[in-house]
């Protein structure tokens, strides 16, 4: 996708994106799915992948797991979604706080 190679996978519950590659559920057959673990790539490019995987991807496998209430709100999740191009539903104000959460070092 995008120059990205994407990956049908057993090896979890979920999709993924980690080093430039989108590890897809073998389940997944949502195009939205796709687009926002490309939004995950792009965040990894423009942040370095030390500070991705502590900002971004830890965060996301956490509230992955805890199977958190409007998941795709969390600002680690809605700026994928920007970048993407992905449109999911958000809680009100989401938008501000994924911006400021990504910018801040």
Same mark, same amino acid.
Request: proline fraction near 2%; glycine fraction near 10%.
């Given at each position: @996708? !995008?120059?990205?190679?994407? &990956?049908k996978? #057993? /090896?979890s519950d979920g999709?993924?994106?980690?080093c430039n590659?989108i590890? &897809?559920s073998?389940?997944? !057959? #949502?195009?939205?799915?796709v687009?926002h =673990?490309? +939004?995950?790539?792009?965040?990894?490019? &423009?942040? *370095?992948?030390p !500070?991705?995987?502590?900002? /971004?991807?830890?965060p %996301?496998r /956490? +509230?992955? +797991? &805890? #199977?958190?209430d409007d @998941? @795709?709100?969390?600002p680690w =999740?809605?700026?994928? #979604?920007?970048?993407?191009? %992905?449109t999911? !539903?958000?809680? =009100?104000?989401s *938008?501000l706080?994924? +911006?400021l @959460?990504f910018i801040?070092?």
């Open positions: @996708y !995008k120059g990205t190679p994407v &990956l996978q #057993d /090896i999709s993924m994106s980690v590659t590890f &897809l073998s389940t997944s !057959k #949502d195009i939205e799915t687009k =673990e490309w +939004g995950h790539t792009v965040q990894q490019s &423009l942040m *370095g992948t !500070k991705f995987m502590t900002r /971004i991807a830890v %996301s /956490i +509230g992955a +797991g &805890l #199977d958190v @998941y @795709y709100s969390q =999740e809605r700026s994928a #979604d920007f970048f993407g191009g %992905s999911h !539903k958000y809680s =009100e104000n *938008g706080w994924a +911006g @959460y801040i070092p």
